[in-house]
């Protein structure tokens, strides 16, 4: 299976593009590409470029761009998730992983009541962004903000739509609360293990969440953030 | 948060009931239990039983059926995924545990063209499974197969509706292919990564199964399995 490779915009000068070091010493070693070969770049904001291999030395590798397309692989709708920061750094990232994969585009930790860490790897994070992003083929790198509390994501949103996850049953699904059509821009709020404490939900929905239910089975943070994106996006695509 | 805890149908007696060796223990030492004290306890088979502690040794827990319920936390639809066997057991076991948290009631790792691996753990991927029917407090383990062909397990099916998760974009949706209601039995087909081969797809059509599209990203084979269990059980629930 062929990888798409990236490199964010500042690489790019006209119609060339260096690699970043790791991505290059990927070209090379990995894949043993020749010069004039082909590969995809895509630069993380939207562009996806067909590239051909001009220069590959032990120091750099630099390609030409022979075509651009812009918002391959791309959602039309803008998701943001804020999501509660977990205690198993493992779990965090399968949610992040998997929320590239389906077409996320801001991931928002959140420091919550139950959040019982204070500790989150911004760039060990954003790798794993970084690796899916090129695996799945689409063209955003999905924004990873700092770690912030509920009222200050809640404040600076322009969500057209916001949902909260709630364990309660008798509130509506995903798809009821999104029904009337695709919004421009979704936020969905998922709780860390132990989910939003009743003032949380109170908060959010004081801000214009509808809670929302993911059914009657209890599930693991990171199972409900990417139950939720796939709803949604699936809903809208 | 509290957990449930799992004892087969052959550890219940008329009204009592003895846990496992595993379930004692973490009675006795992790959660500090004393006799009186009230536990849930399903055995796998869609029987939620509500508990008290009768006797309590470092040998044994044995506890009295106060009140039975069925098929608590269960979805209507009864859903079987097919799941190409992975290289990478963690990414297979991430597979496992989401479906059991979503509501798939049966498994079937499958042998196909893109599969790299003949090594299967039965065991370990059945205790996974357990630990993630306690967590989320549903009543019916599902059923883990043996590996089999594509073709013994279409064979074999019951299914009124079958899926096969497939590449190509101009496929309906998961939604759109179950459109016109519910139905009792479900079976959803979903490669290894790599997917799977052409004539695999063929063969699957051939078996009634509809090919379904995921959109436009390329999802790695446990975010495809994960994606199809949600979107199935989310439309049916």
């Not at 790019?12 to 070209?27: A, C, K, T, W, Y």
Request: with cysteine; net charge negative; charged share 25%.
């Amino acid at each position: 299976m062929t990888t798409n490779f990236y490199a964010p915009p500042s690489a790019f000068r006209g119609s060339r593009v260096v690699l970043p070091e790791d991505e290059g010493r990927h070209v090379r070693s990995v894949l043993r590409t020749r010069t004039g070969d082909e590969i995809v770049v895509v630069d993380g904001e939207g562009g996806w470029h067909r590239v051909t291999i001009d220069h590959l030395s032990s120091e750099q590798v630099v390609g030409m761009v022979q075509e651009t397309r812009r918002n391959v692989g791309e959602p039309d709708v803008h998701l943001t998730v804020g999501f509660g920061l977990l205690t198993k750094r493992s779990r965090f990232e399968t949610f992040v992983e998997k929320a590239v994969e389906l077409g996320v585009r801001r991931i928002v930790p959140l420091h919550t009541a139950h959040t019982e860490t204070d500790t989150f790897r911004y760039d060990r994070t954003r790798n794993v962004m970084i690796a899916a992003l090129k695996q799945c083929r689409r063209s955003w790198l999905p924004e990873l903000a700092k770690p912030k509390t509920l009222a200050s994501l809640l404040d600076a949103s322009e969500a057209d739509h916001r949902l909260v996850c709630h364990g309660s049953e008798d509130a509506p699904s995903v798809f009821e609360a999104l029904d009337g059509g695709a919004e421009a821009r979704i936020l969905t709020l998922v709780g860390p293990e132990g989910g939003f404490s009743a003032a949380e939900v109170e908060e959010a929905v004081g801000a214009g969440c509808t809670p929302v239910s993911l059914g009657p089975r209890r599930l693991r943070a990171e199972t409900a953030g990417i139950a939720t994106a796939t709803a949604v996006l699936m809903h809208c695509e």
